[in-house]
């Protein structure tokens, strides 16, 4: 029995979803933009966007955490600290995320 999809499969599948979700943001928030004659459009698709490259890098970084090192012996997955640690760290990146969007997702007075 195999896997369904390789972690490399997907891996390459989230970098090329992070690189076309960051261009399609800034094209259509481009194209928003110029119809309505104010660049909040452009800040708001490029805020979307972004998502996708940092979805890919919480990837990249879970995948480092979680990794097993026959040489070494590690296995990331069976220690609380590395999951302690990836909590704490999305539970960070996704409270300065808000607050960021909060700004740019502002309505315009």
């Known amino acids: 029995m195999h896997e ?3 972690l490399e499969q997907f891996g390459r599948t989230m970098a090329v979803v ?6 399609l943001g800034a094209i259509v928030g481009a ?8 660049r909040q459009p452009l800040l708001r698709g ?9 979805l890919w890098l919480a990837w990249l970084l879970f995948r480092w955490t979680v990794r097993i090192d026959p040489q070494t012996h ?3 997955l069976y220690r609380p600290q590395v999951l302690i ?10 409270i ?13 007075r």
Request: net charge positive; glycine share 14%.
């Open 18 to 23: 992070a690189v076309a979700g960051l261009l």
């Open 4 to 6: 369904i999809i390789t």
């Open 85 to 94: 640690a990836d909590v704490l760290i999305f539970v960070a990146a996704g």
């Open 46 to 54: 490029l805020a979307l966007g972004s998502l996708g490259p940092l």
């Open 74 to 76: 590690y296995v990331g």
């Open 96 to 108: 300065a995320l808000g607050l960021l969007y909060r700004k740019v997702f502002r309505p315009v």
């Open 31 to 38: 194209g928003i933009a110029w119809a309505r004659r104010s």
